[in-house]
């Protein structure tokens, strides 16, 4: 099976603060972006055909060189981001290659340090024939609807929650038809996928594949990072 690899790198971060967009932040010497190409490189080996990084509008020269040296004999290709994150994948996956490709992973740059099983879990559901996977692991906090007055709705069982990362893994014909749809507020591409009936399956996911967000998330990432060097 061939695979393409996505990854939506051009948001500005503005939760996380500072000048520089989040993916370009550094973590243990090397940017959120350089921690995920390689990691998904490392997990998807043979397989791997083909890269498309989304970027802020303007860097795509110097992400393209930057990312070069990690990505071997794996096409890279960089487009301009757009305004939303659904936006920045669309832009990508215009410029998937069509032809032998049967998985593309979407994988957000801020999940940097994702552990390579997770993204094998998410390959192996596609080969088997999945048309959209999921990483997913259990909340922690109990989970409220709220009305905009800011009054509880109701409180769904906590047992039937999860929380949701990527690289979310989709046949290339699902992962199309999802996104020829327009859909406001989409906070990932699996959510588009189930507007259309597309049977969304879960596979484990792992709280190393957390999304560098808020600042404090920068600490924990060069915690991780430290412990895996030492490993
Ligand atoms: N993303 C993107 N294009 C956008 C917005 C987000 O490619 N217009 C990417 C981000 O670069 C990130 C992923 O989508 O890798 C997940 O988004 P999020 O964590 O929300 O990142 P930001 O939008 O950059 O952060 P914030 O919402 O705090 O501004
Ligand atoms: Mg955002």
Not at 82 to 89: C, I, L
Not at 126 to 133: C, M
């Given at each position: 099976m061939s695979s393409a690899v996505v990854i939506p790198a051009a948001g500005l971060g503005?939760?996380?603060?500072?000048?520089?967009?989040?993916?370009?932040?550094?973590?243990?010497?090397?940017?959120?972006?350089?921690?995920?190409?390689r990691g998904l490189k490392a997990a998807t080996a043979a397989d791997l055909v083909c890269f498309v990084i989304a970027v802020p509008p303007g860097t795509e020269e110097a992400v393209g060189k930057e990312l070069e040296p990690y990505v071997g004999d794996v096409q890279l290709l960089v487009v301009p981001?757009?305004?939303?994150?659904?936006?920045?994948?669309?832009?990508a996956l215009e410029v998937v290659p069509v032809d032998g490709i049967d998985c593309i992973l979407v994988h957000d740059a801020a999940r940097a340090f994702v552990p390579v099983e997770v993204i094998e879990r998410v390959v192996d559901a596609?080969?088997?024939?999945?048309?959209?996977?999921v990483p997913v692991v259990p909340v922690t906090d109990t989970i409220k609807r709220v009305a905009p007055s800011g009054e509880v709705v109701d409180t769904p069982a906590r047992s039937t929650l999860v929380a949701v990362q990527t690289p979310q893994g989709f046949s290339p014909e699902a992962l199309r038809r999802a996104h020829a749809v327009e859909v406001l507020g989409a906070t990932d591409d699996a959510m588009l996928c189930e507007r259309l009936g597309?049977?969304?399956?879960t596979v484990e996911g792992s709280a190393d594949a957390f999304k560098v967000t808020r600042p404090q998330d920068l600490?924990?990432?060069?915690?991780?990072?430290?412990?895996r060097r030492l490993a």
């Open positions: 503005l939760r996380l603060g500072g000048e520089t967009p989040k993916a370009f932040r550094e973590v243990g010497g090397e940017s959120l972006l350089v921690h995920a190409v981001g757009g305004a939303e994150r659904p936006d920045s994948v669309r832009a596609v080969r088997a024939g999945a048309q959209a996977v597309i049977t969304v399956m600490l924990l990432a060069e915690a991780l990072l430290a412990e």
